[in-house]
């Protein structure tokens, strides 16, 4: 005689919940990427994104809205007289609890132009005015309108003048452990890039 024994219960519900789950999983990536693609999410952040004058653009230490591009002249810093400069104006907001200089260690050193050879180089001097006063510096919250100034000699003024700014970062240096503003000047990357019709006027 033979036994035909039962075969076991093979449960399914386990599998249809993996099943399931994966599923899910797949339609939300498959979404997601489509509204990256969609929104540019996917695309490389450009190292230099072009802007345009007039709205803020915030590198971290400062935000700074840029106005117009001037060929003109203003005492040098120097104390030689008047000199003859391209310059930047903007508007400068400092952002951090600190006063921050508007010369060197500060605000200069985060504005670079782009010279005929590709070079980048900071600016000869900058000076600005806030609430109707001659200022070296910018206090935190107060608005400075700063001039940016290359120095541009008996040349004629160029068309047009490209500039960049970069961001900052708050931290500390490889030797040391005291935590300071510090421009971010590797790799060729920019918070943004201008190129601009040069005009004519005083800082």
């Known amino acids: 005689m033979q036994y035909t024994a039962p075969v076991p219960h093979q449960p399914t519900t386990g ?4 099943w399931v789950w994966t599923s899910a999983v797949a339609c939300a990536v498959i979404v997601l990427a489509a509204v990256l693609w969609v929104t540019g999410g996917l695309e490389e952040k450009p190292k230099q994104p072009v ?15 840029v106005h117009d591009v001037r060929a003109g002249t203003a005492d040098s810093a120097l104390g030689g007289g008047n000199e003859r400069f391209l310059i930047v104006r903007m508007r400068v907001v400092n ?11 500060g605000l200069q050193d985060g504005v670079v132009a ?8 900071k600016p ?9 006063a ?9 608005p400075v309108e700063a001039s940016v100034m290359w120095k541009l000699g008996t040349a004629a003024p160029p068309e047009t003048f490209t500039f960049g ?19 971010q000047a590797e790799g060729g990357e920019l918070a943004a890039r201008f190129t601009l019709p040069v005009g004519t006027g005083t800082p």
């Open 15 to 18: 599998r249809r919940r993996r």
């Open 95 to 105: 952002k951090s609890e600190q006063t921050a200089r508007l010369g060197g260690t």
């Open 51 to 65: 802007k345009s004058p007039g709205k803020a653009v915030d590198v971290k230490r400062f935000a700074l809205t």
């Open 165 to 183: 700014l970069r961001e900052w970062e708050y931290d500390h240096g490889f030797t040391d452990s005291e935590y300071t503003w510090r421009v």
């Open 124 to 132: 000869d001097q900058v000076t600005g005015v806030a609430a109707g």
């Open 114 to 121: 782009r010279t005929k050879d590709g070079k980048w180089v």
């Open 134 to 142: 001659k200022t070296d510096a910018a206090q935190p919250d107060l």
